[in-house]
């Protein structure tokens, strides 16, 4: 029998939740394929099926929590299982109709019995409707051979009641019950930490707006030139990363962070890259941006997207960081407030671009705007460096030219 244990995540990471299992027991597994996806505080991660074989036993199920080390599924070792043509299945008898009280009135008006009705509603239930489609169905296979009676009118008191038990049978129909699922380890790490910045940091935000016509006009120029040398396409983001680096180097603080007393400069910059992914929002961080070209930051950025839809990010690749940036423009975002994530002392919020109409050299005109927000640590960072860092990535990103020449 082979046991299936959790692996290693990390030197920190002790606990893992069990996300989602990809195979049944009685299923048969090939060597490599994915057996279960494992969640830590920081990353999902596939676990292959050590050997081909069948699943025997599953020890803990969807959203179980287990140690590194646990064994969570045992299964035998077998070949694959040739294919045979499999009897099918008789279908399963069918399910008493659940009669709504309109429904169950009608049929007692008509002299009718739920077995003589066919139910059309959610989950096999009978609904006024149906009743009154069999009714009719009915009175019209009768042969009257006298004068039909005179339909009965319906008194106040039966149309209200009629109205009353036709709301309930809406209220049936309806799907409201709770459900109620364990918090992702994700989400309980991501939820904890923003707390903490909450609560340990002096959180201050700062705005600006960049006129992104200069940047979409370098990019709408090269992009060709730059997917045949490189082989991957120019976004905005390796521009503001590169800005980024700039306003960093002129104002290191934001580069920085609070160790007890003291203060922790760096001389790289780290910087965290917020990517959707199939588990929620990652971070991956870029390692040493100052030292990438353009082309090395949008391949490496395109790495991870692909890697954070397949859920295969790995936990070192979250760790770490000096600076970080998040771009809701993506989903929509005209403006925002970006939450620090710790122990960082600054983020950069990227937003939608919409042409506006701004003054330039004394003439209304139509320009691609961008608001972008810088939120700090003002323990750290004093708002005249916030302010002025903003300005930073603003001035070089409409002159994208500063960003070759250093000026």
């Known amino acids: 029998m082979i046991e299936v244990k959790v692996p290693e995540f990390g030197e920190s990471i002790q606990e893992v939740q069990i996300a989602q299992w990809q195979k049944k027991v009685g299923e048969f597994i090939a060597k490599d394929e994915d057996l ?17 074989g069948i699943i025997k036993e599953i020890l803990h199920e969807d959203g179980a929590f287990v140690q590194v080390g646990d064994v969570i599924a045992r299964m035998e070792a077998a070949d694959a299982p040739a294919a045979s043509a499999t009897p099918a299945a008789t279908p399963p008898a069918a399910a008493p109709a659940r ?26 239930r009978l609904l006024k409707e149906d009743v009154m489609r069999q009714a009719a169905g ?20 039966s149309k209200a009641q009629s109205e009353i038990d036709e709301f309930h049978d809406e209220l049936e129909t309806l799907e409201r019950a709770d459900q109620i699922k364990p918090m992702s380890m994700i989400r309980r790490t991501i939820a904890k930490r923003l707390v903490e910045a909450q609560n340990q940091a002096a959180l201050l935000t700062t705005f600006n707006e ?31 990363a590169k800005a980024s680096v700039e306003a960093l180097k ?30 929620g929002l990652v971070v991956p961080i870029l390692r040493s941006v100052e030292r990438l070209s353009f082309a090395a930051i949008e391949r490496t950025i395109g790495r991870f997207a692909t890697l954070a839809q397949a859920n295969k990010i790995k ?6 960081g000096t600076f970080t940036i998040s771009n809701g423009g993506v989903y929509g975002s005209l403006l925002s407030t970006p939450i620090v994530n710790p122990p960082q002392s600054g983020i950069l919020g990227l937003h939608s671009i919409q042409k506006r109409p701004v003054v330039v050299n004394d003439e209304i005109v139509i320009r691609p705007m961008m608001y972008v927000a810088l939120t700090y640590d003002h323990r750290i960072v004093d708002g005249r460096e916030a302010v002025q ?9 409409e002159e994208p030219a500063r960003l070759f020449l250093e000026v």
Do not use: W
């Open 315 to 320: 936990p070192e690749d979250l760790e770490g």
């Open 36 to 52: 279960v996806e494992l969640e830590s505080e920081k990353a999902s991660q596939a676990l292959p099926s050590p050997e081909s």
């Open 250 to 279: 002129r104002f290191p603080a934001i580069n920085s962070q609070i160790d007890g007393n003291n203060v922790v400069y760096r001389n790289y910059c780290d910087v965290g890259i917020a990517i959707g992914g199939g588990k």
């Open 210 to 240: 960049i006129d992104m016509q200069p940047v979409m006009e370098l990019r709408s120029k090269y992009k060709e030139q730059f997917l045949d040398k490189h082989g991957v396409k120019l976004g905005f983001m390796s521009f503001f």
């Open 99 to 124: 009669v709504m009280p309109a429904a169950e009135r009608l049929l007692h008006e008509n002299d009718l019995s739920p077995e003589q009705v066919t139910a059309t509603g959610p989950g096999g």
């Open 389 to 397: 860092f903003l300005k930073t990535i603003k001035e070089v990103l």
């Open 138 to 157: 009915d009175a019209r296979q009768r042969q009257a051979p006298v004068a039909a009676a005179a339909p009965s009118v319906p008194t106040p008191a």
